[in-house]
């Protein structure tokens, strides 16, 4: 054990911990996480490849206390190559109004120093130590000892993963589980893939499972051939049997699991969703996430905490498009991933094809309002891209604060210019004492503009204040950047941007109608690139102002090279510009670093961030319109600032 806790405390000591001075972590749902919890927690230490070098698995009960500190009563620890041994740790735990929080690692007897961050919704607690630098996924679930067999009934859906030294015998499964209420599964038929793209299948007769203090063992026949499982699996189920997860009790497995939905019942994929997942493939390696997704009429806008093939944790916002008329189970576009959606909307993604991941997705269920003047605190989104609010904030980023109750007496604009710290006597202060430039107020909505001295402190703190009445305070981690890319339609679709075409002229808005040639300079405006230099004061009109970190540009993974401009939209309020050159087109089959005529994704990297939530439709360059008002603004983008002067070519 020695030699592998001395590899855990390598690896750690590279990790901060989300515990610093300053603005203090709302902590007001610590009263959500209360009572005694089952949990299972697997970690993988990643090598060349896509192979593992380690593996842990740690499981047992949890019991929250309610006010911030846990225990962990009855838990087991295994490490690849070495004995089972019982962890009782003790820890902190902090849980915001929302949902998302983080507690200290329990495994910190292991030499690990940092934090699971997770997000709570309908009681189950997802999570991962991603900022702490490690490939893990941690989940629980209230432990109610008084269930019984008739409690595990119906026809569910379970997503698995397993864990192997190298991608070959590594693998993802799906199968079903039509428990009888009485102990009884009895032929259950398990379908999975290996890293390496092989199929590979298992058929198991006469399983049966028992209850015991509210968990549900499972016991499979003993084989030395089976591919998955052989023996025992000790599986936890929600209180309400929609949920059920688990793993091996010496082992380093981890599945999830839905209770399928009824019978022509709908299962539309809406609203706020928490989620975590666990990829892995020969090509990248090893990645884990944790973070949120909002769904709406097929289109979704997802913020994922990345840790990916080693490299440091950083944000990923993203957009994606699923069917609208999902019965049960959907695959994405690419069929690498099926997903299921169950009872109440819980959702599960399982591998396939060579890809390898398990993905757990929960509806999350708003508060109840607290308070006259109330903020959302799962409504504070980047303005651009509607990022939920796990992408945190950076310094001059243009955030909405959505869903509010009794933010402004009524809906007042700025005035063209500057944006002033007060309107219609609603002030937005972060961190206490910093005032924030408003673009517009409202009674549910208000836009603003982040301060750049926001950067001082790890965590922001949010307030409004409607004439003298303040509301409740929420609270974001803040990063050097959150790129977002403005959009005609709510942070999806393509771009507001403008073309200049290669071969002259005036310029014109890019749409699928207008496409952007290869040469020619695209102007993009966006949210979140972060301070400015030289420094400029808080919501003044911008200049030309560069950055001080670096951003870089890629169409459909193509890199645009070193843009031309990349700082403030100069003689704008709000907005940061990038300039770019479209590369050129492929002109054969299978040739690489051009692009293809047609939609492509944008992607904007920042040092701790990326966005790829926007397309940019490529033509020929041949066959624009062109657009000759230099006042044109951009269509259904409420808090778009308004596009009045030219923008630097």
Same mark, same amino acid.
């Given at each position: ?152 009934? /119906? *026809?569910?859906? !379970?997503?698995?993963?397993? %864990?192997? =030294? $190298?991608?070959? @015998?590594? #693998? ?8 009888? /209420? *009485?102990?009884? !599964?009895?032929?259950?038929? %398990?379908? =999975? $893939?290996?890293? @390496?793209? #092989? ?451």
């Amino acid at each position: 054990m020695k030699i592998v806790r001395t590899l855990l405390l390598i690896i750690a000591a590279t990790a901060g911990s989300a515990f610093a001075a300053g603005p203090a972590w709302d902590s007001t749902g610590n009263g959500l996480l209360s009572g005694t919890y089952y949990f299972r927690q697997v970690l993988y230490v990643g090598a060349s490849g896509g192979s593992v070098s380690q593996a842990l698995a740690f499981y047992g009960n949890i019991n929250f206390n309610g006010s911030g500190t846990y225990s962990v009563t009855s838990g087991t620890a295994l490490i690849s190559g070495n004995a089972a041994e019982s962890l009782t740790p003790t820890g902190t735990y902090s849980l915001s109004s929302s949902g998302f929080g983080f507690m200290s690692s329990p495994l910190v007897s292991l030499g690990v120093t940092g934090n699971v961050n997770f997000l709570l919704a309908n009681g189950i607690l997802i999570g991962s130590e991603t900022e702490t630098g490690y490939n893990d996924l941690f989940i629980a679930a209230p432990a109610v000892t008084s269930l019984g067999l008739s409690t595990f009934s /119906g *026809a569910y859906t !379970l997503s698995a993963f397993f %864990i192997g =030294g $190298t991608p070959a @015998t590594s #693998a993802s499964a799906r199968f079903a589980l039509n428990p009888d /209420g *009485a102990g009884h !599964l009895n032929t259950v038929t %398990i379908q =999975g $893939t290996t890293g @390496t793209g #092989a199929t590979v299948n298992q058929s198991s007769a006469g399983v049966k499972y028992i209850a015991s203090n509210g968990a549900f063992p499972i016991t499979f026949p003993t084989s030395t051939t089976a591919p998955f499982y052989s023996g025992q699996e000790y599986m936890y189920i929600s209180p309400d049997g929609n949920f059920v997860f688990g793993g091996s009790p010496a082992g380093f497995d981890m599945f999830v699991g839905v209770r399928n939905a009824s019978s022509g019942a709908s299962t539309p994929l809406s609203g706020l969703y928490y989620e975590i997942g666990l990829d892995d493939n020969a090509i990248n390696g090893l990645d884990t996430y944790y973070g949120a997704f909002n769904a709406y009429q097929g289109s979704a806008i997802g913020h994922e905490r990345l840790l990916f093939g080693g490299s440091s944790p950083y944000g990923s916002t993203y957009s994606v498009s699923y069917p609208t008329n999902i019965s049960n189970t959907y695959s994405d576009a690419s069929n690498t991933t099926t997903y299921t959606i169950g009872q109440n909307g819980f959702r599960i993604g399982s591998g396939n094809n060579g890809y390898l991941s398990i993905e757990v997705g929960i509806p999350y269920t708003p508060p109840s309002v607290t308070r006259s003047v109330y903020v959302d605190p799962t409504g504070v989104v980047n303005a651009a891209s509607s990022a939920p609010y796990t992408a945190g904030v950076s310094p001059g980023e243009f955030i909405t604060l959505y869903n509010g109750v009794n933010l402004a007496k009524s809906t007042v604009f700025a005035p063209a210019g500057a944006f002033p710290t007060t309107l219609g006597g609603v002030t937005v202060t972060i961190d206490g004492v910093l005032q924030a430039p408003l673009y517009y107020v409202s009674p549910t909505q208000i836009s603003f503009l982040m301060p750049y001295e926001v950067s001082t402190f790890p965590i922001a703190s949010i307030q409004v204040n409607n004439n003298g009445t303040t509301s409740n305070i929420t609270t974001q981690n803040v990063n050097l950047t959150t790129p977002g890319l403005f959009t005609y339609n709510t942070g999806i679709g393509y771009g507001a941007m403008l073309d200049y075409p290669a071969s002259g002229g005036n310029y014109f808005f890019i749409n699928g109608s207008n496409p952007a040639g290869p040469g020619d300079t695209v102007v993009a405006f966006l949210a979140g690139l972060g301070t400015p230099f030289p420094a400029n004061g808080d919501g003044a009109l911008g200049v030309v102002d560069y950055l001080v970190q670096t951003i870089s540009i890629d169409i459909g993974g193509v890199s645009t090279g070193t843009p031309a401009y990349a700082g403030l939209a100069p003689g704008l309020a709000g907005l940061y510009q990038i300039n770019f050159t479209v590369p050129a087109l492929c002109t054969t089959s299978g040739q690489t670093g051009c692009l293809n005529v047609g939609d492509n994704s944008l992607g904007i990297s920042g040092p701790d961030s990326y966005s790829s939530e926007a397309l940019i439709p490529i033509g020929t360059g041949t066959t624009a319109s062109v657009v000759t008002s230099t006042n044109s603004t951009p269509a259904a983008r409420k808090v778009l600032p308004r596009l009045t002067g030219t923008p630097v070519k």
